[in-house]
């Protein structure tokens, strides 16, 4: 959907609400999936699972895998500028029964492989794993999918995922897309580690 100049994915319903059509405003390409309706907890599983990144928000903005690659957006006078890169610094603290994943910056496609990685890490070396997001402001669907794919791995090796500290953004982002008891959360990593004790 429109939001500004920045958003390059327009949903639009499909006849009789069977289905929603994702177009991208950058390149043009057009996927169909299966949903009832256009809402947030629709539009972020399926974008998620066509490879789009961007919000996880149906308001946007989203890039198709395509215009994701190139990392550019096409303005509506013609004319490309890059898109601004955000970083995100990832560490791990092992403590003597968890393990604390923290990050600085935003979690967005350009870092997702990368904390993918460090939760895998983090995991096969403690069942317990702390992700700490008090200098996260922003996440987007592809970052929610990394979480999402964490906590699966998480419980499938009888571990924990829980987050320390999201922001109010985080927090919003995990009731629209009814994730907030998925996760146990906590005010910040040390009383989530007391609590773990």
Known sequence: MHDGVEA?????PGRQGAAVHMICDGCGVVVTGAAGSVR???VWPLTTAHGWSGSPFAIGPH????????RRHAPVDGTRHP???????????????????RLV????????????QLLTVALSVRQLVVLDLARVSLIDST?????VRAHRDAKQCGGTLCLAAPSRFIRTVLHTMRLESVFPIFENSEHALASLA
């Open 8 to 12: 390059v994915m327009t949903v639009v």
């Open 40 to 42: 947030d907890d629709v």
């Open 63 to 70: 890039r198709c895998p395509r215009c994701a690659t190139t």
């Open 83 to 101: 898109e601004p890169r955000h970083r995100c610094d990832v560490g791990i603290e092992y403590e003597r029964f968890a393990a604390v994943v």
């Open 105 to 116: 910056g935003d979690v967005d496609l350009l870092v997702a492989d990368e904390l993918r």
């Open 143 to 147: 970052g929610l999918g990394v979480l």
